[in-house]
T-cell receptor, first 111, second 111 residues
Framework: GEDVEQSLFLSVREGDSSVINCTYT??????LYWYKQEPGAGLQLLTY?????DMKQDQRLTVLLNKKDKHLSLRIADTQTGDSAIYFC???????????FGKGTKLSVIP | DVKVTQSSRYLVKRTGEKVFLECVQD?????MFWYRQDPGLGLRLIYF???????EKGDIPEGYSVSREKKERFSLILESASTNQTSMYLC??????????FGDGTRLSIL
């Protein structure tokens, strides 16, 4: 299909790991991004991965990329209440500067 | 750090008014973007610009126009505001195909 797809909701307990999944559309996408949006705020770039990488780790964040399945995931280790937010997956397609976003996954962290 | 500043966090206007939303970035980015964000619909691209005085339509340009007279400033104009333009508006900027950086958003209500 044409859409970047994500689950709409995820609920985890504080201290557990969170895994947010995304399926993107274009096998020629050059960059894939994760953005975080806290209530009432704009989007904050969390991390991104080049399409020629399989994994990227940045402190508590791990991004995994499966190009064959066009599947991207974001793992947050030791999830904290401050991680409660909406997380957007986005891709940049080859030859474009435009981002195509998923609809966002709302992560709720239960104390 | 990249700073993208939107002129207003909250704005209330009346149907039929001409509305200007302003966005300024301080990193000499050539690309600037306007999105609107609505519950259940995610982010949708309204217009974007690759350079001064250049503009391109995004996915939902109807009812909007833009102006880019200076590299650092990108204005979104609602020619005659309507209630269905009540939304959260997000501005972003980027260099080439690097990650887009977002402002904090303007929550616009049209009465």
């Amino acid at each position: 299909g044409e859409d970047v797809e994500q689950s709409l909701f995820l609920s985890v307990r504080e201290g557990d790991s969170s895994v947010i999944n995304c399926t993107y559309t274009d096998s020629s996408s050059t960059y894939l991004y994760w953005y975080k949006q806290e209530p009432g705020a704009g989007l904050q770039l969390l991390t991104y991965i080049f399409s020629n990488m399989d994994m990227k780790q940045d402190q508590r964040l791990t991004v995994l990329l499966n190009k064959k399945d066009k599947h991207l995931s974001l793992r947050i280790a030791d999830t904290q209440t401050g991680d409660s937010a909406i997380y957007f997956c986005a891709e940049i397609r080859a030859g474009s500067y435009q981002l195509t976003f998923g609809k966002g996954t709302k992560l709720s962290v239960i104390p | 750090d990249v700073k993208v500043t939107q002129s207003s966090r909250y704005l209330v206007k009346r149907t039929g008014e001409k509305v200007f939303l302003e966005c300024v970035q301080d990193m000499d980015h050539e690309n600037m973007f306007w999105y609107r964000q609505d519950p259940g619909l995610g982010l949708r691209l309204i217009y974007f610009s690759y350079d001064v005085k250049m503009k391109e339509k995004g996915d939902i340009p109807e009812g909007y126009s833009v102006s880019r007279e200076k590299k650092e400033r990108f204005s979104l104009i609602l020619e005659s505001a309507s209630t269905n333009q009540t939304s959260m508006y997000l501005c972003a900027s980027s260099f080439s195909n690097q990650p887009q950086h977002f402002g904090d958003g303007t929550r616009l209500s049209i009465l």
